[in-house]
């Protein structure tokens, strides 16, 4: 069975503070690791990754693959209060229509 | 360019009635998927369309169903309503090849 997992489930910070969010997969004919960030509503879009060992940076946001050992992290770097959120991870199939999501890590940091 | 929307924002409703909830992809975007949300369970996947075909479906009872308009709106109906059913309902547009959703701000149901 195809499955998503987030490690932490929850993790609380001080701002400043570097965090590093782990997130392995299963899933078959697998395409594509998304990141994404929940605040309120609706997930917003982070990151997509397809390769292994390429990172994708968004400010002080980064990711990696590692496509042999099924994981990926999602590094924040120098945290900010509005940092705080849900961060889901989800792995997607070749033809896109299957997307499994993790249960989330919800990250708190603290001003 | 609009956004995924979805309608209604929330809804109250009691057991054993049913209920529609509508979603409007981003322009251009084939694929529509939709997703319960509960504190419990995380985002659970409901059904794939793409191109007004069921492309995939998750572990939901035949309660729950959905289908795609030719313009790729979709709707997910849910039958004999039970108290657990309340939850976000998010829905998420994309290409349609795995490359990224973009969701909409979802329906809150209350099933009382």
């Known amino acids: 069975e195809d499955k998503v997992v987030q490690s932490p489930l929850s993790l609380v910070v001080h701002e400043g503070d570097t965090v590093t969010l782990n997130c392995s997969y299963e899933v078959t004919n697998f395409r594509s690791l998304l990141w994404y960030k929940q605040e309120k509503k609706a997930p917003t879009f982070l990151f997509m990754l397809?390769?292994?060992?390429i990172e994708k940076k968004s400010g002080r946001l980064s990711s990696i693959l590692d496509k042999k050992e099924l994981f990926s992290i999602l590094n924040i770097t120098a945290t900010q209060t509005g940092d705080s959120a849900v961060y889901l991870c989800?792995?997607?199939?070749?033809?896109?229509?299957?997307?499994?999501f993790g249960a989330g890590t919800r990250l708190f940091v603290k001003a | 360019k609009a956004g995924v929307t979805q309608t209604p924002r929330y809804l109250i409703k009691t057991r054993g009635q049913q209920v529609t909830l509508s979603c409007s992809p981003i322009?251009?975007?084939?694929?529509v998927s939709w997703y319960q949300q509960t504190p419990g369970q995380g985002l659970q996947f409901l059904f794939e369309y793409f191109s007004e075909t069921q492309r995939n479906k998750g572990n939901f009872p035949g309660r729950f169903s959905g289908r795609q308009f030719s313009n790729s709106r979709s709707e997910m109906n849910v039958s004999t309503l039970e108290l657990g059913d309340s939850a976000l309902y998010l829905c998420?547009?994309?290409?349609?090849?795995?490359?990224?959703?973009?969701f909409g701000s979802g329906t809150r149901l209350t099933v009382v």
């Open positions: 397809t390769s292994s060992g």
């Open positions: 998420a547009s994309g290409a349609g090849t795995g490359d990224g959703y973009t």
């Open positions: 322009s251009g975007h084939r694929s």
């Open positions: 989800a792995g997607g199939n070749t033809g896109g229509f299957k997307t499994i």
